[in-house]
């Protein structure tokens, strides 16, 4: 025994705590996000490209096949939305589709080339039973060969794992954009919502398929932030869809002034050199872009795409067009 010690004697710990530790350093703070937005054209498109061929064979793209199984009347009011409830859209609600309707377009998706394919529903989150409901739409797609993907608004704990005993492979919830341009966009969810929901998919082991929005009358730097906030997910989405505004006329977003085509080419470059590893999706608002515009998405580190004459309520290139342009770039689609 020590001298002067006594049996019972506590030795106070305290001092040999280690200190808390600070939070990590954001990997990518927004303003190293928004310095590589703002690099010249070509040095950005270069960097891009180098990442790009480090991590995939450049000559092929994924193909996703999306389907509206649930279709308007949402509860929510995203500025951008044509099945917002809160707009005059001219679209009409309809519930939920039939197993059997909805194994057949996949089936049609498949035949046409597909790999994955992704049911959406306008819902602000789903009821258990809807989650009982399309978890047999998840296990009958499956036993097709395809990937399943979904997105139905805000998930639960319970209700993400019940998706991933399903064999659900992603779930697929935006960001949509910056933090601080949000709350013009959206006013009946809040941004942590959706990390909540992320969170919920990660936990459950489900892949995340999450991205965002521009041409809503954002600035540079909050595009910025939008990527600053999906690189730095930890760990960042396999899946990363960048949607150009579809404007739709009767949605309070209908009318903004269209995004510089280049613009959008470098948030494609910098989702890619932000987040490697990344499928990147070209997604909704190709069918207003032309062909060199795309190819230059392409060049820019853009790995994926909505394949499918519609999108979820508006319209894509139609898929005999869009095989006519990968063909012509030299670019292969993936295989199941
Ligand atoms: N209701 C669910 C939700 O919001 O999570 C799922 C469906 S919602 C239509 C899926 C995503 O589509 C939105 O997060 C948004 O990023 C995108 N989107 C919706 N309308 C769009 C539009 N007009 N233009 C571009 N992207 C749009
Ligand atoms: C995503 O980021 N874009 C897709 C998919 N995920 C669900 C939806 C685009 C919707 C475009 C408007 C419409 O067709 O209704
Ligand atoms: Fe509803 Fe989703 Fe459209 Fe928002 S984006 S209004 S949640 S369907």
Redesign the pocket.
């Known amino acids: 025994m020590i001298p002067g010690m006594t049996p019972t004697a506590t030795v106070d710990l305290s001092s040999l705590r280690p200190a808390p530790r600070p939070a990590p350093a954001a990997r990518w703070p927004v303003a190293d996000v928004l310095a590589l937005l703002g690099q010249p054209f070509m040095d950005l498109l270069f960097r891009a490209q180098r990442v790009h061929r480090e991590h995939f064979d450049p000559n092929r793209v994924q193909l996703s096949t ?1 389907l ?1 199984i649930k279709t308007g009347g949402c509860p929510e009011d995203c500025a951008y ?3 917002s409830a809160h707009f005059e859209t001219g679209l009409e609600a309809d519930k939920l589709m039939a197993l059997d309707e909805v194994v057949a377009a996949a089936q049609a998706a498949k035949a046409q080339g597909a790999t994955r394919f ?1 049911m ?1 529903a306008a819902w602000r989150s789903p009821k258990d039973r809807d989650i009982e409901r399309v978890g047999e739409m998840v296990r009958e797609v499956k036993a097709l060969g395809l990937e399943t993907c979904m ?1 139905l608004g805000m998930l639960d704990g319970g209700q993400a794992q019940a998706l991933q005993d399903a064999g659900l492979d992603y779930y ?1 919830h ?1 960001l949509d954009t910056d933090p601080a341009f949000y709350g013009q966009i959206i006013s009946t969810r809040t941004y942590q919502d959706r990390l909540d929901t992320l969170a919920h998919v990660r936990q459950a082991g489900i892949k995340v ?1 999450c ?1 965002g929005i521009v041409g809503m009358g954002e600035s540079r730097a909050e595009r910025a932030g939008l990527i600053a906030q999906l690189a730095n997910l930890e760990p960042y989405p396999e899946s990363v ?1 960048i ?1 150009n505004l ?1 404007q739709v006329a009767g949605t309070p977003l209908a009318g903004t002034a269209p995004l510089d085509p280049f613009e959008f080419v470098r948030m494609i470059a910098v989702a890619r050199i932000t987040m490697p590893r990344a499928m990147v999706r070209l ?2 608002g190709r069918e207003q872009m032309d062909e060199a515009l795309q190819a230059l998405c392409f060049a820019a580190g853009a790995n994926s795409i ?1 394949y499918g004459d ?5 319209s894509n290139p139609q898929a005999e067009r869009d095989r006519a342009l990968l063909d012509r770039l030299g670019l292969r689609p993936t295989e199941a």
Not at 310 to 314: G, V
């Open positions: 999306l509206s939305c044509p099945q992704c959406g997105t697929n935006n398929c991205g869809p949607n579809v997604s909704a909505f519609r999108l979820l309520t508006t």
